[in-house]
Structure formats: structure tokens, C-alpha cells
């Protein structure tokens, strides 16, 4: 019972950890008395899980207060996000602020390398910041393939050459516990802890692949064989274009980031600078790219009937061209209500960071947190 109520009373801390809660707060709006409330608060600060620090004015009342908020040296987690030519580390405190992310190339055609390249680059990033070992949750990894539900997982990427790994061949070197998500899931999973007041949201993550992931009742939904959303291979051209996969007409072989930065470009900042100037053949090739994608979104949107964010390398860069593109897509759509659903995603860093916060998320809110002091 003790673990039970101290588990709550960590769990409602940890949602206002922005602006912090008041022992008076947290007996109004947990139906706890002051007693109780500060007989816990003793166990978790003992724990080391919180602080309460005395402001000089508050905000609230005008008056000295104190604050209570999660320690953020108490607990870490590292994020990857793991693509086709490279691996992204971050260091995650336990309030979610960023302490160091870098990117570091890696060749997918020595994949048997990659446990031991994950491990020994994360131990270099924990020393660099002199983190204690045990205080490390885990390691969180956004990767750019199908993972199953299976246990345990299976992971499967044409484009990092991996065909049904089982988890552990990939993290079997990493002496944290570890989980997986798709790329476009995990930075659902960070868009959605920013947007409380949504039920059902959609992500689609636009770099060498299109991956996408839907959330209904801010759960994220699957499907029997852990294919759903795999837009990847929706088939816009039958009998077109020859898609990695070794099928036709696939979308990735029209709209990854590859059909915008090949050719004279070399990049996509190279391309988009060159959209952006007006170069007649980057303006061609990108309404031959949006005609494709605009009809791509508005299957999807038939489909999920809620917002769908568009982020990854791409779609983080699409801002000055949503109308254009929203308007493509609705144009495809009889509903009068088909407007106005596509958002951006400006950040380029959501689905390392998701693939962090679920780390603490999965710790906090499944009640490990608070130790059973009975």
C-alpha cells in the first residue's frame, strides 16, 4: 500500500514537473491529507526522486513557496535512432532535458558490428558526462524498420540490411535494458506527450523510407502483424518504378528523401536551396514528388480521419509549403471537412527523443519507481 501511494503521489508529480506542485496541491488534488501526502514525500525524497525547492515568490500566491519536482540527476536514459548510414546518441535526464546528442556514421554492410559500435559509443557517452551506471534506465532506439510484437521483437530493414532479427542481435552488448520502436512510432510518441488534449493522432516520418504510425485513444495501433502503417508500400503506380522491396509503384520509390537530394543536388539542403531559388528543374521535380505524396496523404487521411504530422528529414522541412500541399491533398478528397489536417513537425530530433522519454515514461508509469518500504 505504501509503494502503491507513493506511486501515485511521484506520478502526479511527474506530470507537472514543468511548473511544479505544492504539498497543499497535491492533498487537494489527490484527496490525501497533508499527513499522508508528506509521510510519502519523505520516502521518495529519501529515494532521491525529488526535490522541493523554495521559491522567493510565487507565481501562485505571491508568497514563499515550496515546489516539488523530479530530480533530474536521479535517474538518465539514452535514445538512438538508428538509419541507413548513421546512429544518433542522446543523453536524457529524468526531467527530459537534453544533456548531449551527436550523430556518428556507421556501414550497414558489417552489421555484426553494430552491438559492439551501440555499446562501447554509449559508454563513452555516459563517462563524458560522468553518469553512475545505476542510474541508468535503459536505452531507448528509434530504427528505421519494422519491429513485431513478438517476443522477443523482430526487426526487419531492406535498407539496413537486416531480414528478421531478433532484438538481442542488436542489443545484446548494451548492458541496459533496451527497447525498440519503429522510427515514425517513437516520434508519435513524443509528439503526443506535447499534445495532452489528443485523442488520436498520425505521424509520418519522410526520409530514406516513409514510415508512419497512428495512435487512436492515444494508444498506438498496431495491427495483427505489426504492419500497420506501412506506407512505405502503399502502391501509387502499379507496374512504375522499381521500389527496393523488389516490388512496383511503391511510394518510398517516389517520395523518400532520395528522389529529392539525387542527381545535381547531392543533398537535401542542396535541393531545397534550389526550390526555394526558383530553379525550374527542382520546381518540376517537386510537384512530381507532392503530386504523388498529396494523394499518398489523403489515403491516409481516409483511412485514420484525424491530424497527421508529417516530420523526419523531409517532412520537418515542409512548413513553407504545407498549404500547397494540404490543398493537393483535398483536392483528391469529396469530404468538405478535408481540409486543415496536415501539421509539421519542426523538429528533426523527435523520434530520438521519444525513443528517450519512453524509457522514463515505461518507469514512472508503471510503478517501479516508488520502492515498497512496508
Not at 556518428?104 to 559508454?123: K, M, N, V, Y
Request: charged share 20%.
Amino acid at each position: 500500500m505504501v509503494r502503491q501511494t507513493a506511486n501515485l503521489i511521484f506520478q502526479h508529480i511527474y506530470r507537472n514537473m514543468e511548473k511544479g506542485v505544492t504539498r497543499q496541491e497535491l492533498a487537494l488534488q489527490l484527496d490525501m491529507s497533508l499527513p499522508t501526502i508528506g509521510t510519502h514525500l519523505k520516502l521518495l525524497a529519501e529515494q532521491g526522486l525529488i526535490v522541493e525547492i523554495t521559491e522567493e515568490k510565487s507565481r501562485r500566491t505571491g508568497r514563499r513557496s515550496n515546489l516539488i519536482y523530479p530530480n533530474p540527476a536521479c535517474r538518465y536514459s539514452v535514445g538512438l535512432e538508428v538509419r541507413k548510414d548513421s546512429v544518433k546518441f542522446l543523453l536524457m535526464d529524468f526531467r527530459q532535458h537534453v544533456l548531449d546528442r551527436f550523430t556518428r556514421s556507421f556501414d550497414f554492410t558489417d552489421q555484426e558490428a553494430l552491438p559492439g559500435f551501440l555499446a562501447g559509443t554509449i559508454e563513452e557517452l555516459l563517462e563524458a558526462h560522468y553518469i553512475p551506471r545505476d542510474r541508468v534506465l535503459g536505452v531507448g532506439t528509434a530504427i528505421t524498420a519494422i519491429v513485431t510484437k513478438d517476443v522477443p521483437p523482430l526487426i526487419h530493414a531492406y535498407i539496413l540490411n537486416i531480414d528478421r532479427w531478433q532484438q538481442e542481435r542488436i542489443t545484446r552488448a548494451i548492458p541496459y535494458p533496451c527497447t525498440l520502436r519503429q522510427i515514425a512510432a517513437a516520434a508519435l510518441f513524443a509528439n503526443l506527450q506535447q499534445a495532452p488534449e489528443k485523442d488520436s493522432l498520425t505521424y509520418v516520418w519522410i526520409g530514406e523510407v516513409l514510415a508512419a504510425a497512428t495512435a487512436f485513444q492515444r494508444g498506438v495501433y498496431w495491427g495483427d502483424h505489426s504492419l500497420c502503417m506501412e506506407i512505405n508500400h502503399f502502391c501509387m503506380v502499379p507496374g512504375g518504378r522499381l521500389h527496393n522491396c523488389g516490388k512496383r509503384g511503391c511510394l518510398g520509390a517516389y517520395c523518400s528523401a532520395d528522389q529529392l537530394s539525387e542527381g545535381p543536388y547531392g543533398s537535401l539542403d542542396g535541393f531545397f536551396a534550389a526550390l526555394e531559388a526558383g530553379e525550374p528543374a527542382a520546381v518540376v521535380r517537386w510537384e512530381q514528388y507532392t503530386d504523388i505524396l498529396a494523394q499518398a496523404l489523403n489515403n491516409l487521411y481516409l483511412v485514420v480521419d484525424c491530424a497527421i504530422v508529417l516530420g523526419g528529414p523531409v517532412g520537418s522541412r515542409l512548413t513553407p509549403f504545407l498549404g500547397g500541399l494540404q490543398r493537393k491533398a483535398s483536392a483528391f478528397n469529396p469530404n468538405d471537412n478535408a481540409t486543415g489536417y496536415l501539421q509539421v513537425d519542426t523538429c528533426d530530433d523527435s523520434a530520438i527523443l521519444g525513443a528517450a522519454q519512453d524509457v522514463i515514461h515505461q518507469y514512472v508509469f508503471s510503478g517501479q519507481a516508488a520502492a515498497d518500504e512496508d
